[in-house]
């Protein structure tokens, strides 16, 4: 328990950190958020304009940095996370709450659907060390993940979606014929649309986890409690998944709690090649549009998710592994 206390103490520190360089690093960079937007406007800069401006988004460059920082924290006490000036004058939480749900579902489903499966494969593997399937398995799924993202995504874009017409070309829904909601047809057109792209993700990422189980394990079958319950002739499912793969799997554990940190910030180039709505595409929009408010709510969002898939391994590690429970409880 104190362990875990420690560790929700560190967490609340980085989370302290991660909020003021995010406050501070636009803040002392050349500019501001309503330069920003004149220039994308194509407007002259005068200083009516950009008091305005700076009104509008809830910047008052006339209090010091401390009060702003102070106001800041404030206002995400409370939820405000300022106006993107992208979607102005839509409020950045509002546009976050429209394309997060969209990665979560693609992202975050994909993500679980390869840990477990590349997690039992490489389990498997490890089991049959040197059969066919050892031999075979691992070095497709390695060619397979050293093609980029991109170059995958656009291989079965042309393929599957121009060529052969099977799935959708682009974006989330069909918004031609249908409207966002729970009715079956939105439903099914936006699984129509995720197939792709979530198939370009599993693809693409399931080799770590298979390697990274499998190579694991294969130490961890060596290990004198594994031997000691094979001599007692326990059956082989049992000693494959309670004894060796219980313990091999507490790296991939810890990768899967980083890799579900950042299921937030969005499958980008995937995102971006399918014109798949979500955090990244709107992240990328940020950038070229020079929006700091949402640059800013994306990346404290981020933040967040990181620290608590983190705290949530750790939470994992002391359920499955009791040495570690002992040594730190």
Excluded at 70 to 78: A, E, M, S, V
Excluded at 167 to 186: E, K, L, M, Q, R
Excluded at 305 to 313: D, K, P, S, Y
């Amino acid at each position: 328990m104190r362990h875990l206390l420690r560790r929700l103490a560190f967490y609340l520190v980085a989370l302290w950190a991660a909020v003021t360089l995010n406050f501070l690093i636009p803040r002392l960079a050349p500019g501001n958020p309503a330069q920003a937007m004149l220039f994308r406007l194509k407007g002259k800069a005068s200083p009516q304009a950009i008091h305005a401006i700076n009104i509008l988004l809830g910047i008052n460059t006339h209090d010091s940095l401390l009060a702003q920082y102070g106001q800041y924290l404030n206002n995400l006490l409370h939820g405000n996370l300022g106006v993107s000036i992208t979607y102005l004058p839509t409020p950045v939480s509002q546009v976050i709450a429209q394309d997060l749900p969209w990665t979560l579902v693609l992202v975050g489903v994909t993500l679980v659907i390869s840990f477990v499966v590349g997690t039992l494969l490489g389990a498997l593997v490890a089991w049959r060390h040197g059969s066919k399937l050892d031999t075979i398995l691992p070095p497709v799924f390695t060619f397979l993940s050293a093609i980029p993202y991109f170059w995958l995504a656009l291989i079965f874009l042309y393929f599957f979606a121009f060529y052969y017409n099977w799935f959708p070309t682009y974006g989330g829904y069909d918004a031609d014929t249908t409207v966002p909601g729970w009715s079956p047809d939105f439903l099914l057109s936006a699984l129509q649309h995720a197939i792709l792209p979530a198939i370009t993700i599993i693809i693409g990422s399931i080799a770590g986890w298979i390697l990274g189980m499998r190579n694991t394990m294969i130490t961890t079958l060596s290990e004198d409690y594994v031997l000691m319950a094979e001599a007692k002739g326990l059956p082989e499912r049992r000693i494959m998944l309670t004894y060796a793969a219980r313990n091999a799997i507490l790296p991939n554990i810890t990768s899967f709690a980083l890799s579900l940190g950042f299921v937030v910030s969005g499958a980008l180039l995937t995102e971006i090649v399918f014109s798949y709505p979500g955090i990244g595409f709107a992240l990328l929009q940020a950038v070229d549009n020079l929006d700091y408010p949402l640059m800013e709510g994306i990346f404290l969002l981020i933040v967040v998710a990181v620290l608590v898939a983190n705290f949530l391994a750790d939470l994992a590690y002391v359920v499955l592994d009791p040495r570690v429970r002992h040594e730190r409880g």
